[in-house]
């Protein structure tokens, strides 16, 4: 049974459900946006292209949806922004930190 916060990030405890929607997305990214520069251990170097949300969660599930919503609140509370994606309009894009 997950009953442990997997990780805090800006002072946020993840859930497991938030936890799961970064990773899938920051994992989706690195492999498919075409930056140059990004990957597991190294920051992403912002030459690759904008990919939507839809691509990643595509099915109009109930499942995909909760995660759009939950993509969203990380989105607003400025967890994408130090994970180092920038999502705006519903696209989303590795970008550099400095």
Request: net charge positive; aromatic share 6%; charged share 25%.
């Amino acid at each position: 049974m997950k009953t442990r916060s997997p990780e805090t990030i800006l002072g946020h405890n993840l859930s497991w459900a938030e936890f799961e929607v970064l990773n899938a997305v920051q994992d989706y990214l690195r492999k498919n946006s075409g930056d140059s520069h990004w990957s597991a251990s190294t920051s992403p170097k912002g030459d690759g292209r904008q990919v939507p949300v839809s691509e990643i969660f595509g099915a109009r599930s109930n499942q995909d949806n909760a995660r759009r919503r939950t993509l969203s609140r990380l989105a607003e509370i400025g967890i994408l922004r130090v994970c180092e994606i920038q999502y705006e309009g519903g696209m989303l894009k590795g970008i550099p930190v400095h």
